[in-house]
């Protein structure tokens, strides 16, 4: 494999979070200033984001906007994100979220944590939920905490959260 930066190399999504470790303030900020540094088409930053933390309103509001499936391991995330993309074109502001929860799993990496993106949601559950103005559209939830064992998850979702790492060869992603 070509060098890779670790912060990328050992990215890395689980299902399994502590559920007794919580973020602290220092962390919470240095995640969303990565996020608020990602880069932005005309530095319109079109991203705005709900956090919870375990067990508060927020967090609450924003796991009931999650499948049951997803729930059942989202629940023990030391944090819950909302990001959504404000106001403007969505294929332009989807792509700059999509930059800014990027250099937030970065930095993630970086503080040894770890976040796992969802992006099957019930969008307008949270939106109602969470009292979101009409231009502020849900994209996309990251549970963010530390790694848990993977033996308290579901026989189907311990086969797959152990499984090896597997992509696409850059061959595939190419197009001709």
């Known amino acids: ?16 979070f502590d559920p007794d470790a919580e973020l602290t303030a220092d962390e919470v900020a240095a995640l969303l200033e990565a996020a608020r540094w990602a ?19 927020t967090w609450k509001r924003i796991l009931v906007g999650l499948p049951d499936a ?14 959504a993309h404000a106001g403007g074109e969505p294929e332009r502001t989807a792509y700059d979220l999509g930059q800014a929860v990027a250099h937030l799993t970065v930095q993630a990496t ?44 579901p026989p189907d979702l311990y086969a797959r959260e152990t499984a090896l790492r597997r992509r696409r060869p850059v061959s595939a992603l190419l197009l001709r």
Not at 123 to 152: F, K, N, Q, S, W
């Open 39 to 57: 880069p932005s088409a005309g530095n319109a930053q079109p991203w705005r984001f709900a956090l919870g933390h375990r067990q508060d309103e």
């Open 110 to 153: 970086a503080l040894g944590l770890h976040v796992r993106q969802l992006t099957r949601l019930d969008r307008a559950r949270l939106t109602t939920e969470l009292d979101l103005p009409d231009d502020i559209r849900p994209l996309v939830v990251a549970a963010i905490g530390r790694l848990g064992d993977p033996a308290m998850l």
């Open 1 to 16: 494999m070509t060098d890779l930066t670790p912060l990328l190399a050992f990215r890395w999504s689980p299902r399994a």
């Open 70 to 83: 997803d729930q059942g391991w989202a629940r023990h995330a030391a944090a819950l994100l909302l990001a």
